[in-house]
């Protein structure tokens, strides 16, 4: 433990003067002062439990067993580097030794842990996840809602926070009115302890035994490391907010000092001993940046790798023909997707709010009515925390669940935001293709006569997140298609269902709803989430809808047959990537082209799509292409106001007219 503690002090203090010097890019946020945290925690735990750490992370990895090198050379940028160069120092990590990539964000990953917490507990896996975070992390939304899942749930997950009294150069003092963090674990029912994280041997006994308790299914706890940072909080800080006298107290209390003196006490080193370790630690870490030097470093070809994963494994054959069919509508059909892929596969669980209350919705809209009969011990309702239970579908999906997370409404997408696209759709790429996170999410949208927060068309901001898969689904068969890709992919995938096309009964049925509905096989069958569909040939113009639009768009059509216009309808469906393959030989044909879309004009799908034609087709465009859109402003409710909002099928008429 001594050893892994100079270890990291000498590491920390070369890769000062190596930033400081200029031959290290990027920026660093260091740990001097705190190596009792990191080794005594993670000496505490087994080979194969997990971590989560923050952007001051590199005393957390060296303790959890990555090597100098692993850690220097991805400071470097090295493809040699742990995360192959694309991490960084703020995202150090390997999912092989049982640390994720360090989560730059704070608290961010607090509900990843409880999520790793809950897979390991669901397969019966005796793993412990301990997961760091600083003082400040304590007021961010993501700790009340991670900490809570994991308390509700007994969740093998020790929170550690390592309280170092400084939130970047705020102390904590200004900004809680409790006496300790470790007090907050009462509000939660869990355990909590205050512990002197400079001892190292404190450390180590306290977390044995929060891990013993979670091993025994006690739940989580909460332990509160007392510790102090020698150094700024990144780069160049001077720490001159830090008092002088507080600064000389707590450097009186070093933990390497400290330990070196009880080993002395014991017999077990003298100060021989010491000086023999130190230099060992220097010349590792001289050896290290001698080798650092020699490292490759990414090509450009490296630019676009690591993004996404891909199925995670065959494809099903197609189905012959004459196999049984059932009619359904967008509701049953995803019902029956996911009651076929929890067959199938063990590992998938559903997640979401009121999913699965006996006598209640099965979601907002019905999909999941019912399934927890099948399925008492896969089907979790959680609190009203959509960041909270985003992230823990990440965290279960990156050790090996295949969470299908349910959001009530699109719009609630944006509390979720981080979660989505800070981890989920980062994590592989920022670990070098090592993570992988298949995570599936479903979310309604579309004008229903529930006024601006109910009713967004929430695509728009998630195209253009890089390692995020979108796609919308029109009709039963697509629906049951899709669902069943989505979960079999190694990436996320976030799901957009329109409200007026789920054809849902009872309680829950939409008024002014369009039938959906399709014949869909009984038997294993996947919809490629990559490619568009054309709905209906034609030879003078072509139309991309998708959901609502797509149907309103086949109804423009056939109206226009009967004055002669032959009319092409795409169903766009994969809105991320976009498949301008299909698209590309339509507008060859045809040359004109119309692009119909829910949600305001402005920066939408159908600018992008717009974008994306010209850049790849504009010379065999015969005309600009039209949009047809809503209006820039919030979705009304007043049902005037909100049919005016929306496209409907004279304004689709009225666009393809003004091509021809």
């Known amino acids: 433990m001594y050893e892994r503690m100079v270890l990291i002090r000498e590491f920390e203090e070369g890769v000062k003067f190596l930033f400081l010097e200029g031959s290290m890019p990027g920026t660093i946020h ?331 919705w099965g979601g907002a809209f019905t999909v999941t009515l019912g399934l927890e009969k099948e399925f008492p011990d896969r089907m979790l309702n959680t609190p009203i925390a959509e960041l909270g239970f985003f992230g823990a579908g990440t965290g279960a999906a990156m050790v090996g669940q295949r969470p299908i997370v349910d959001v009530q409404y699109g719009d609630f997408l944006f509390l979720a935001m981080d979660q989505i696209v800070n981890n989920a759709a980062k994590l592989r790429y920022m670990s070098g293709g090592t993570a992988k996170v298949p995570l599936v999410m479903r979310a309604p949208i579309g004008a229903t006569g529930r006024g601006s927060q109910h009713a967004q068309s929430l695509e728009r901001y998630f195209i253009g997140v890089p390692g995020l898969k979108v796609v919308a689904v029109s009709d039963a068969y697509d629906a049951k298609g899709i669902l069943k890709a989505a979960v079999r992919e190694d990436d996320p995938v976030l799901i957009f269902e329109h409200k007026l096309l789920y054809g849902s009964k009872g309680a829950r049925a939409e008024p002014g709803a369009v039938d959906a509905t399709s014949d869909v096989p009984e038997g294993d069958y996947v919809v490629a989430l990559d490619r568009a569909a054309v709905r209906r040939r034609g030879e003078d113009v072509t139309v991309l809808g998708w959901l609502l639009m797509l149907h309103y768009s086949l109804q423009a059509a056939e109206r226009l047959a009967a004055d002669g216009v032959d009319v092409e309808v795409i169903d766009v469906r994969s809105l991320s990537p976009i498949d301008y393959e299909t698209i590309g030989e339509s507008v060859r044909k045809t040359g004109r082209v119309v692009i119909v879309e829910e949600g305001p004009r402005t920066g939408g799908v159908s600018a992008e799509l717009a974008a994306g034609i010209m850049e790849r087709l504009g010379e065999h465009l015969l005309a600009p292409v039209v949009r047809v859109a809503s209006a820039d402003v919030p979705v009304p409710f007043t049902p005037i106001l909100e049919d005016a909002y929306r496209p409907d099928v004279d304004r689709i008429v009225e666009g393809i007219r003004s091509l021809l």
Not at 64 to 77: A, N, Q, R
Not at 175 to 185: D, G, L, Q, S
Request: net charge negative.
């Open 30 to 360: 260091q740990c001097q002062g705190q190596e009792a945290t990191a080794v005594g925690v993670c000496s505490a735990l087994r080979p194969d439990d997990f971590i989560t750490s923050t952007f001051r992370g590199h005393g957390h990895a060296l303790a959890k067993g990555l090597t100098v090198e692993e850690v220097l050379f991805e400071l470097y940028g090295a493809t040699t580097g742990c995360c192959r160069g694309k991490g960084g120092s703020m995202h150090v990590g390997d999912m092989g030794k049982g640390m994720v990539p360090g989560i730059a964000i704070v608290g961010g990953g607090i509900p990843l842990a409880a999520g790793m917490g809950l897979a390991f507990k669901m397969r019966g896996e005796p793993h412990v996840v301990a997961c760091f975070f600083g003082d400040g992390a304590v007021a961010e939304g993501a700790f009340h809602e991670g900490v809570n899942l994991a308390a509700i749930w007994d969740l093998p997950v020790v929170f550690v926070c390592e309280n170092n009294l400084y939130g970047a150069s705020t102390r904590i003092d200004q900004v809680m009115r409790a006496k300790t963090v470790a007090e907050r674990a009462a509000s939660y029912g869990m355990r909590g302890e205050t512990v002197d994280g400079n001892d190292v041997l404190a450390v180590h006994e306290a977390t044995l035994r929060a891990a013993e308790e979670c091993r025994a299914g006690k739940g989580p706890v909460l332990l509160e490391l007392l510790t102090y940072r020698r150094t700024g909080h990144s780069r160049r800080d001077a720490c001159a907010y830090q008092p002088q006298d507080e600064r000389d107290a707590w450097f009186q209390r070093d933990p390497l000092d400290r330990f070196a003196r009880v080993l002395m006490d014991r017999g077990l080193i003298d100060e021989a001993g010491v000086a023999d370790v130190r230099a060992r630690a220097e010349e590792q870490f001289r050896e290290a940046v001698a080798a650092a030097k020699r490292q490759p470093m990414p090509t450009l070809a490296d630019l676009t790798t690591d993004v996404l994963a891909g199925p995670s494994g065959p494809i099903p054959a197609e189905l012959p023909a004459g196999t049984p069919t059932r009619r359904l509508s967008i509701a049953e059909a995803l019902r029956a997707g996911i009651v076929e892929e929890m067959r199938r596969d063990p590992t998938v669980f559903c997640m979401g709010e009121d999913i699965a209350v006996p006598g209640g």
